[in-house]
C-alpha cells in the first residue's frame, strides 16, 4: 500500500510539473510571435552548423579557455546526469529500485560512475562562479543593470545545481551503505562500486537501516522534485537559454558582419521618385518606419530576448559601456524581455492587446541609450549565441529619427550632407577630388 500511495504521489507531481513547464513555454512561445514575422528559413547547412559550434560546442565560450571549460563541466553536467533522471522517471511509476541496474550490468555501473565524475565538476564549477560573481565580483556582474533579481537570479541557480548534485552523491553513498548491510531491495539490485559516492559511504557505516533508507529516500525525493522545481523555474530564469540557444542558434543572422536591414519601404519611395512610372497607383503607406515597441520588432528579435543569459559579455565589449554611457546592450536584451512579458500578460488577460499607455521606446529604452550606440556590431561578435541588441537598437532608432524626427541637429545636418551630397561632410561630390589638386 505504501509502495501504491508513493507511485500515485510520484505520478501527480511529475504531471504537474510537466503540465506547468509546459504551459510557460507555450506562453512563452506565444509572446515571441506577438513580433512581426519574418524569415529565416534559407541556408539550413550553414544554420544547422551554427547549432552544432555555437549551442553544442560553444565555440565562442572557448576565447576564455578555463571559464568555457567550467561551463562546459556545467552544461555536460545539466545535459548528462539528466539522463539517470529516466530512471528515477521509471522507478517513481513503476515502484522498482534502480531499474536499469540489472539490465545493464556493468555498463550501468561505468555510466553511474561517469555521472558522479561529472557531479563533483558541476559542483566544483558552480562554486568557482559564485566565487567569481560575489567576492572577485568581476565588473560585468556587478554593473547596475544586474541590480535585484537578475543578480540573484544567477545565485539562486548556481546553488540549486550544487545542491542537486549533493543529493545524488547522497542517494548513491546511502545506497551502497544498505547494499553493504544486505538491506531489503538495496541489496537484490547490487550496483557494483561507485568512484565518488563509494568515498563517502563509511560516513554512514554507524547508521542503521532505518535511518539509512529515510535518508536515501529523502534524498531521492528531494532529487527529482528540486528537478520538476528546477525544470519551472527555468522558464522565469535567464538560465532559459539552455534550452533556447539551440533554436536561438538556428535562426541566427547570416548577413556579412555589420550590414544593415534596408527598409522596403524607404527603398521602393526612392525607386518611385527616380521612375515615377513603376509606383502603383493603389500603393499603401508603410505601416511603420523601425520599430516602437515590440511588436514592431521581429520575431527572432525577441527569441534573442529570451534566449539572453544576462552573462555581460556584450556590455564588456560595448565602447558605450566601457566609457560610461548609458546603453548596455545587456539591458537592451533584458529591457526587451520585460517588455515582452508584460504585453504577453496583458494579452491573456484582454483577449487582445488593450494600449496600457507604454512602449519599450522611451518606457523601457531611452534615447540616450539609443543614441549612445556606436553600430560597431561589438555586442553580436561576443555574444556566444550571436544574440544581436544591435538590431533592435537600430529599429528602435529608426523610429525615434523617422516617425518622431527626434535627432540631434548635428546628425540632421549629416542627414542632409548625405542626401544631397552623398558624404556626410558638406561638399559637393563635383570638388571631392579638391584635395588633390591643392596639393600639386
Known sequence: MIHIASQIVFIIAAAAGIGLFAKRIADIRKNILTGRDADFTGQSSLRWKNVLLLAFGQKKMFRNPLVAVLHFFVYAGFIIIN???????????????????????????????????????????????????NLIKLKRFIS?????????????ILITEIVLMLLFLTMNATDLALQEKGYGYYAENPTGSFIVSGMLTPLYGSFSE???????????????????????????????HILFAFPN??????????????MPAVQNEVLYAMQPELAPADAPPPARFGAKDVFDLSWRNLLDAYSCTECGRCSAACPATITGKALSPRKIMMDTR??????????????????????????????????????????????????????????????????????????????????????PWKFSPDERDGWMRETE
Open 83 to 133: 539522463i539517470e533522471v529516466l530512471e528515477i522517471v521509471l522507478d517513481g511509476i513503476l515502484g522498482t529500485h534502480r531499474l536499469f541496474a540489472p539490465l545493464l550490468g556493468n555498463l550501468y555501473s561505468f555510466l553511474i560512475n561517469a555521472f558522479e565524475i561529472l557531479a563533483v565538476l558541476v559542483i566544483v564549477s558552480c562554486a568557482v562562479f559564485l566565487i567569481r560573481r
Open 144 to 156: 547596475k543593470d544586474l541590480d535585484g533579481w537578475p543578480r540573484s537570479d544567477a545565485n539562486y
Open 210 to 240: 532505518a535511518t539509512l533508507v529515510a535518508i536515501e529516500r529523502s534524498c531521492w525525493w528531494l532529487h527529482i522534485l528540486g528537478i520538476l522545481a528546477f525544470m519551472n523555474y527555468l522558464p522565469y530564469s535567464k538560465h532559459l
Open 249 to 262: 542558434a538556428y535562426y541566427a543572422r547570416l548577413l556579412p558582419k555589420g550590414e544593415m536591414n534596408n
Open 338 to 423: 520585460d517588455r515582452v512579458e508584460e504585453t504577453g500578460k496583458n494579452i491573456r488577460r484582454n483577449g487582445t492587446f488593450k494600449d496600457d499607455g507604454k512602449s519599450l521606446l522611451h518606457d523601457y529604452i531611452t534615447v540616450e541609450e539609443l543614441r549612445a550606440c556606436t553600430t560597431c556590431n561589438a555586442c553580436v561578435e561576443e555574444c556566444p549565441v550571436s544574440i544581436s541588441p544591435l538590431e533592435i537598437i537600430l529599429e528602435l532608432r529608426r523610429s525615434l529619427i523617422m516617425e518622431e524626427s527626434n535627432a540631434p541637429q548635428e546628425w540632421n545636418a549629416m542627414f542632409g550632407n548625405i542626401e544631397n551630397n552623398f558624404a
